[in-house]
């Protein structure tokens, strides 16, 4: 089954203490996302990756980190966690052929609270 | 990419169409529409997207304006399994920027 998993599905955390989501997709797909949703704000986009070893800043990167080394898995880094990052977090994936993105494929989110 | 205005929130009675509308009256000739929704804290569902000519697939119809400034999602027999929020999405298809912003969406309620 094509999907995207992320890892964990709730994590409760301690002010400063670094932590790592991961996520995995199957579909061999080229863009991978990360994106927060806070009640009010709706889903707001962190960081975005075309290919491997390619990311860039969505529209809130301040105190996240990325990395894509391998094509199917883009893991989401709080080096140092803070309250203000508590929040449902999604990965999302699709392919990218001659600059067209296609639809998301989304996770089934991580609940994070910071505390 | 253009901003998209739509209604906060819509009602439709089970069995009968569901039409949500969405403007993008600043769209230009490259950017694409695309259509999400999300069933309460689920991750969001791609539905269906298109560049100017109408579009259908097993979940809904997409109808574009020939001047392309606004677009219809149309859920043809809407079931209380379709309440959910639902996202209109401009984006342009080429360059470097790819960014996807998602706006606050349409709550559709489907009513008994």
């Known amino acids: 089954e094509a999907q995207v998993t992320q890892n964990p599905r709730y994590l409760i955390t301690v002010t400063g203490k670094k932590l790592t989501v991961t996520c995995s997709q199957n579909m061999n797909h080229e863009y991978m996302s990360w994106y927060r949703q806070d009640p009010g704000l709706g889903l707001r986009q962190i960081y975005y990756?075309?290919?491997?070893?390619?990311?860039d800043k969505g529209d809130v990167p301040e105190g996240y980190k990325v990395s894509r080394k391998e094509k199917r898995n883009f893991p989401l880094i709080l080096e140092s966690p803070s309250p203000n990052q508590t929040s449902l977090y999604f990965c999302a994936s699709s392919f990218l052929r001659d600059n067209l993105l296609g639809g998301y494929t989304f996770g089934s989110g991580t609940r994070l609270t910071v505390v | 990419d253009a901003k998209t205005t739509q209604p906060p929130s819509m009602d439709c009675a089970e069995g009968r169409a569901a039409n949500l509308p969405c403007n993008h009256s600043t769209i230009s000739g490259n950017e694409y529409v695309y259509w999400y929704r999300q069933i309460h804290s689920q991750g969001p569902q791609y539905i269906i997207h298109g560049l100017k000519n109408n579009e259908t697939n097993e979940m809904a119809s997409l109808i574009i304006t020939e001047d392309r400034k606004s677009s219809t999602l149309i859920l043809p027999h809407a079931t209380l399994r379709d309440t959910a929020v639902y996202y209109c999405?401009?984006?342009?298809?080429?360059?470097?920027?790819?960014?996807?912003?998602f706006g606050k969406g349409t709550l559709l309620t489907v009513n008994p």
């Open positions: 990756s075309m290919n491997v070893e390619v990311t």
């Open positions: 999405i401009v984006r342009v298809s080429g360059g470097s920027n790819y960014k996807l912003t």
